[in-house]
């Protein structure tokens, strides 16, 4: 593929933006595994969405890419992504991944040339190998340089002109709700203690790194969520899956803490709470 855009990741993510860009009619590729290659073949990618309504999407599936695109759109799970990177050939024009976590850039960094921090917004599961749940009616993808690719993409694309704000903004968001969740197995509303202490920690972590995020802003935004709020961290480690994200959130904040001296300890807490789940 010389040119256009490809989506390395069929997951939620990957699989709704992609179907939303083929329903637009931009040329896309997703990248993905054998397995799901023939499964998008044979049903489509079906998505079923307040936003978008419920419609199947003949989306452009390969199991890897030996030309490279002109945009990159990197939407695999944290701990997949340098097995992942082996479908991917040369060098695409610009690299976005929408990842969780902040490490990640430094993976993609020493692959690549062009890597724009970005981030998505969005609550959506995926239901087999072909079939998205998109929950909420927003989906945002938040990037930190312009990319031409996104222009009138069908979907809510924001351009801020700061990358450490666009990684920490939704990391201390995340961190948050994923952490007090998933290691009380439980859904915010008998977690919002936790939830605004580990936010205020995350916060103070943030702005050492550079970012522009206000503890206070975000302890609103966790009050204003239902309280049957949960996460994606929360259902991998109740199912006792092998790539959840817990150190690319958790890990993450810790690791940072660290570098600037500064103290975390519910945050400490909750992450060793769910090693032992």
Known sequence: ????????????????????????????????????????????????????????????????????????????????????????????????????????????????????????????????????????????????????????APFEVVVADDEATVLWGKLTRLAALALATTAADAPLGAVRADAEAVAREVALVARAEGADVDADAIVEELRGLPDGASSSLRADVAAGASDHELDAIGGAVLRAAERHGLRADRTATLVARIGTL
């Open 1 to 152: 593929m010389s040119g256009g855009v490809a989506i390395l990741g069929s997951g939620a993510v990957g699989a709704l933006i992609g179907a939303e860009l083929t329903r637009a009619g931009t040329p896309i590729a997703l990248v993905t595994t054998e397995v799901s290659v023939g499964a998008i073949a044979h049903d489509g990618v079906r998505v079923v969405s307040p936003a978008f309504g419920e419609h199947t999407e003949r989306v452009h599936a390969v199991p890897a890419l030996e030309a490279p695109p002109g945009v990159l759109l990197v939407a695999t799970k944290a701990p997949r992504l340098e097995r992942a990177l082996e479908r991917i050939a040369g060098e695409p024009e610009v690299v976005v991944p929408l990842l969780n976590g902040v490490d990640h850039m430094a993976v993609l960094r020493e692959r690549f040339a062009h890597v724009v921090a970005g981030t998505v917004r969005v609550q959506a599961h995926r239901e087999g190998r072909t079939t998205v749940i998109h929950r909420a009616p927003f989906l945002t993808v938040t990037i930190a340089a312009p990319v031409a690719a996104l222009d009138g």
